[in-house]
C-alpha cells in the first residue's frame, strides 16, 4: 500500500462544476499537509497548505481529518485554467522528515 | 516566485556522455532535493541533502551521484548516460526544521539520450 493515495481520476467536468479531490496517508505521524498543482510538462507549484481547522483560498477549500488520516481539496466554479494534476503531499517526522507526493489526481475542465 | 533555477532545460546527448544537471538556489535553504519524473507519471525521489556535504540516496535507485559542497548548488552527475535517463529531472529546495516546510521546485531539466 502506498503510503499516500489519490483518487485514480482523470477528472473530467465541464465549467462552473464543483470538483473534490481525495487523499488519504497511512502514517500516523504525518505533521504538514499540501496541495501541490502541476501543469502539464511543467514543475509542479504550491497551491496550498492544509490545516487541521480547514482553510479557503478564493475558490478552493482544503480540510484534513486526522483521525481518518484524510485530506480533501474542493474546487468550487471549475474554470478552464484550473485543468492541471493536483498532487497530495504528505510530511512526517520520524527521525529525520521525510515528504511523500501521492500520484496526483488529472483534472481536465471543459467548456 | 520561487528562486530555484535549473540549468540546462533541455539537453539530448548520446549514449556514454557524462552530463551534469545544475540546480542553484538563492533562498538559503538548508535542504535541497532531485526528483525524476517520466511523462504523466509520478514524482520520484532519486537524492537529497539536508545542508552542506550532505547527500542522501531517495526511494528510486538511481546511477547518478550529487554533491553539496555550496549551500546554494546540488549539482546531479550522470558518468555514463543511457536512454534509459531519458526522463525530465527536477531539483526543489525547502527549508528545515522540526515541521515539514514545502518544497519550491525548478523548471526542470528535460534530458533525452540517443
Known amino acids: 500500500r502506498k503510503e499516500v493515495e489519490q483518487d485514480p481520476g482523470p477528472f473530467n467536468v465541464p465549467e462552473g462544476a464543483t470538483v473534490a479531490f481525495n487523499c488519504t496517508y497511512s502514517n500516523s505521524a504525518s505533521q504538514s499537509f499540501f496541495w501541490y498543482r502541476q501543469d502539464c510538462r511543467k514543475e509542479p507549484k504550491l497551491l496550498m497548505s492544509v490545516y487541521s481547522s480547514g482553510n479557503e483560498d478564493g475558490r478552493f477549500t482544503a480540510q484534513l481529518n486526522r483521525a481518518s488520516q484524510y485530506i480533501s481539496l474542493l474546487i468550487r466554479d471549475s474554470k478552464l485554467s484550473d485543468s492541471a494534476t493536483y498532487l497530495c503531499?504528505?510530511?512526517?517526522?520520524?527521525?529525520?522528515?521525510?515528504?511523500?507526493f501521492g500520484a496526483g489526481t488529472r483534472l481536465f475542465v471543459k467548456a | 516566485e520561487a528562486d530555484i533555477y535549473q540549468t540546462p532545460r533541455y539537453l539530448v546527448i548520446g549514449t556514454g556522455k557524462k552530463i551534469t544537471l545544475e540546480c542553484s538556489q538563492t533562498?538559503?535553504?538548508?535542504?535541497m532535493y532531485w526528483y525524476q519524473q517520466d511523462p504523466g507519471m509520478e514524482l520520484h525521489l532519486i537524492h537529497y541533502?539536508?545542508?552542506?556535504?550532505?547527500?542522501e540516496k531517495g526511494d528510486l535507485s538511481s546511477e547518478s551521484t550529487v554533491s553539496r559542497i555550496r549551500t546554494e548548488h546540488f549539482p546531479l552527475t550522470l558518468e555514463s548516460a543511457r536512454p534509459s535517463h531519458t526522463s525530465q529531472y527536477l531539483c526543489?529546495?525547502?527549508?528545515?526544521?522540526?515541521?515539514?516546510?514545502?518544497?519550491?521546485f525548478g523548471p526542470g531539466t528535460r534530458l533525452t539520450v540517443t
Open positions: 533562498m538559503g535553504h538548508d535542504k
Open positions: 503531499v504528505v510530511t512526517a517526522y520520524t527521525g529525520g522528515f521525510k515528504t511523500i
Open positions: 541533502s539536508y545542508g552542506v556535504n550532505s547527500t
Open positions: 526543489a529546495s525547502s527549508e528545515n526544521g522540526r515541521v515539514g516546510y514545502e518544497q519550491y
